[in-house]
């Protein structure tokens, strides 16, 4: 399908095992109504996951709000085989797109740059 701007499905983390695998053992950074996960994996490629809670909001506000950060993430992948989890928090809701774009790229900015995150 030409033009298709789909997050691969190689590119997503899928299982529950997984996901709390990037938890247990992974980097924490946290940002304003977001939490991201990162461990490296043996992929050679990125695989990302976006968790949003009953909390967040209804089913649109939870969908909205993983969609976006998503796309966020879909624009500017890391080259690197990393695990990422991004967990949304209450406020994640209240935030615009511009807002959760910067608060998105920041954490991945942190994550790329190293020892900056807290053990989980």
Known sequence: MP???R??????????GS????????RRHCGRGLRLYVLANDAGHPRVAV???????KAVVR???RRRVR???RRNKPA?????VFIAREEARMLEYAELRDVVLS????????GEGQSA
């Open 3 to 5: 033009g298709d701007e």
């Open 7 to 16: 997050l691969p499905r190689c590119e997503r983390l899928h299982t529950r």
């Open 19 to 26: 996901i709390r695998g990037v938890l247990e053992e992974g």
């Open 51 to 57: 968790v949003v809670g009953k909390r967040v909001g």
């Open 63 to 65: 969908n909205l709000v």
């Open 71 to 73: 796309e966020v993430y």
């Open 80 to 84: 690197t085989g990393v695990d990422l």
């Open 107 to 114: 954490l991945m900015r942190d994550a790329a740059g190293g």
